[in-house]
Protein backbone atom coordinates (compact mmCIF):
# COMPACT_ATOMS: atom_id res chain seq x y z
CA UNK A 1 0.00 0.00 0.00
CA UNK A 2 1.64 3.39 -1.24
CA UNK A 3 -1.20 5.67 -0.38
CA UNK A 4 -0.24 7.64 2.65
CA UNK A 5 -4.30 8.70 3.51
CA UNK A 6 -5.06 4.72 3.05
CA UNK A 7 -2.17 3.71 5.76
CA UNK A 8 -3.54 5.78 8.14
CA UNK A 9 -7.18 4.75 8.02
CA UNK A 10 -5.96 1.39 8.25
CA UNK A 11 -4.22 2.65 11.17
CA UNK A 12 -7.10 4.17 13.02
CA UNK A 13 -8.93 1.08 13.01
CA UNK A 14 -7.18 -0.25 15.42
CA UNK A 15 -8.50 -0.38 18.89
CA UNK A 16 -5.37 1.89 20.35
CA UNK A 17 -2.85 3.46 17.59
CA UNK A 18 -0.73 5.08 20.08
CA UNK A 19 2.28 6.60 19.33
CA UNK A 20 6.07 4.95 18.72
CA UNK A 21 7.25 8.19 20.45
CA UNK A 22 6.58 11.94 19.83
CA UNK A 23 6.52 14.29 16.82
CA UNK A 24 5.74 17.63 17.65
CA UNK A 25 4.89 21.00 15.15
CA UNK A 26 4.90 24.42 15.35
CA UNK A 27 4.09 27.00 12.83
CA UNK A 28 6.28 29.71 11.70
CA UNK A 29 8.43 29.39 14.86
CA UNK A 30 5.18 30.07 16.75
CA UNK A 31 5.63 29.47 20.83
CA UNK A 32 2.76 26.77 20.65
CA UNK A 33 3.36 23.34 20.11
CA UNK A 34 1.34 20.84 18.90
CA UNK A 35 1.80 17.35 19.44
CA UNK A 36 0.75 14.20 17.34
CA UNK A 37 -1.73 11.81 19.26
CA UNK A 38 -0.39 9.08 16.59
CA UNK A 39 3.29 9.09 15.29
CA UNK A 40 4.87 6.14 13.65
CA UNK A 41 8.01 5.53 11.73
CA UNK A 42 7.79 2.36 9.12
CA UNK A 43 9.64 0.67 6.41
CA UNK A 44 6.55 0.79 3.62
CA UNK A 45 7.08 -0.97 0.05
CA UNK A 46 6.59 2.06 -1.87
CA UNK A 47 4.95 2.05 -5.51
CA UNK A 48 7.29 -0.38 -8.01
CA UNK A 49 7.82 -2.40 -5.53
CA UNK A 50 10.71 0.23 -3.76
CA UNK A 51 11.15 0.06 0.22
CA UNK A 52 10.89 4.01 1.48
CA UNK A 53 10.85 5.17 4.78
CA UNK A 54 7.92 6.63 6.20
CA UNK A 55 7.80 9.27 9.11
CA UNK A 56 3.72 9.83 9.69
CA UNK A 57 1.84 11.57 12.55
CA UNK A 58 -1.37 13.39 13.16
CA UNK A 59 -3.91 14.65 15.77
CA UNK A 60 -7.64 14.91 15.38
CA UNK A 61 -9.99 12.98 13.26
CA UNK A 62 -11.38 12.86 9.89
CA UNK A 63 -14.58 12.43 11.11
CA UNK A 64 -14.92 14.94 13.84
CA UNK A 65 -13.52 17.32 10.82
CA UNK A 66 -10.49 18.31 12.91
CA UNK A 67 -7.63 15.98 11.34
CA UNK A 68 -4.38 17.63 11.08
CA UNK A 69 -1.57 14.68 9.04
CA UNK A 70 1.53 15.18 8.31
CA UNK A 71 3.60 12.67 6.13
CA UNK A 72 7.09 12.74 4.98
CA UNK A 73 9.05 9.79 2.94
CA UNK A 74 12.06 8.92 1.40
CA UNK A 75 13.70 5.98 -0.51
CA UNK A 76 15.65 3.60 1.54
CA UNK A 77 19.14 3.14 -0.17
CA UNK A 78 20.68 0.75 2.37
CA UNK A 79 20.21 -1.11 5.82
CA UNK A 80 22.96 1.51 7.22
CA UNK A 81 22.73 4.31 9.61
CA UNK A 82 20.99 7.46 8.22
CA UNK A 83 22.40 10.71 9.18
CA UNK A 84 21.36 13.29 7.05
CA UNK A 85 19.33 16.37 5.74
CA UNK A 86 17.35 15.89 3.17
CA UNK A 87 15.40 18.52 0.79
CA UNK A 88 12.72 17.97 -1.04
CA UNK A 89 13.22 15.54 -4.09
CA UNK A 90 16.20 14.50 -2.95
CA UNK A 91 16.37 10.55 -2.36
CA UNK A 92 12.75 10.54 -3.34
CA UNK A 93 11.83 12.97 -0.43
CA UNK A 94 8.09 13.79 -0.42
CA UNK A 95 6.41 15.48 2.51
CA UNK A 96 2.31 15.68 2.35
CA UNK A 97 -0.22 17.70 4.54
CA UNK A 98 -3.71 15.78 4.94
CA UNK A 99 -6.77 17.24 6.12
CA UNK A 100 -10.07 17.10 6.78
CA UNK A 101 -12.67 18.60 4.13
CA UNK A 102 -16.63 18.72 4.31
CA UNK A 103 -18.53 15.54 4.86
CA UNK A 104 -15.79 13.12 6.30
CA UNK A 105 -13.48 13.64 3.66
CA UNK A 106 -9.43 14.88 3.38
CA UNK A 107 -7.43 16.24 0.81
CA UNK A 108 -3.99 17.12 0.93
CA UNK A 109 -1.15 19.27 -0.40
CA UNK A 110 2.46 18.62 -1.39
CA UNK A 111 5.17 21.01 0.20
CA UNK A 112 6.74 23.29 -2.35
CA UNK A 113 9.72 23.25 -0.41
CA UNK A 114 10.77 20.72 2.71
CA UNK A 115 14.04 19.75 4.85
CA UNK A 116 13.99 17.47 7.17
CA UNK A 117 17.24 16.25 8.95
CA UNK A 118 17.17 12.36 10.29
CA UNK A 119 18.96 10.36 12.35
CA UNK A 120 18.30 6.51 11.79
CA UNK A 121 19.69 3.37 12.53
CA UNK A 122 17.40 0.62 10.52
CA UNK A 123 18.59 -2.07 13.02
CA UNK A 124 17.42 -0.18 16.37
CA UNK A 125 14.33 1.23 14.76
CA UNK A 126 15.95 4.67 16.49
CA UNK A 127 14.51 7.86 14.32
CA UNK A 128 14.69 11.41 15.03
CA UNK A 129 15.43 14.72 14.05
CA UNK A 130 13.51 17.63 12.85
CA UNK A 131 11.77 19.39 9.44
CA UNK A 132 10.64 22.02 8.31
CA UNK A 133 7.92 22.13 5.21
CA UNK A 134 6.52 25.38 3.16
CA UNK A 135 3.09 24.95 1.21
CA UNK A 136 0.98 27.53 -0.78
CA UNK A 137 -0.22 30.43 0.74
CA UNK A 138 -3.54 29.20 2.40
CA UNK A 139 -1.58 26.78 4.77
CA UNK A 140 0.93 27.33 7.53
CA UNK A 141 4.75 26.11 7.32
CA UNK A 142 4.92 23.67 9.74
CA UNK A 143 8.12 23.18 11.50
CA UNK A 144 9.09 20.78 13.95
CA UNK A 145 10.99 17.75 15.62
CA UNK A 146 10.22 13.79 16.16
CA UNK A 147 11.63 10.92 17.95
CA UNK A 148 9.94 7.79 17.23
CA UNK A 149 11.38 4.26 17.60
CA UNK A 150 10.20 1.47 14.78
CA UNK A 151 10.24 -2.25 14.32
CA UNK A 152 13.78 -2.84 13.12
CA UNK A 153 14.82 -3.87 9.53
CA UNK A 154 14.88 -7.49 9.38
CA UNK A 155 13.05 -8.30 12.31
Request: proline share 3%; glycine share 8%; charged share 20%.
Amino acid sequence: MDNDFERMLETMKQSNPGSDGTFKWRFDSGSDWTEATTARAELWLGAHGKRQWCVYAWTGSNQTNDLVYYVFRFDLIDENIIDKTLNLGEQGLIFRHWFSTNGNAATYRNALSAKVSIKLNPKTGVCSGHFEATFDSNFKSPNGEFNLTSQPVGS
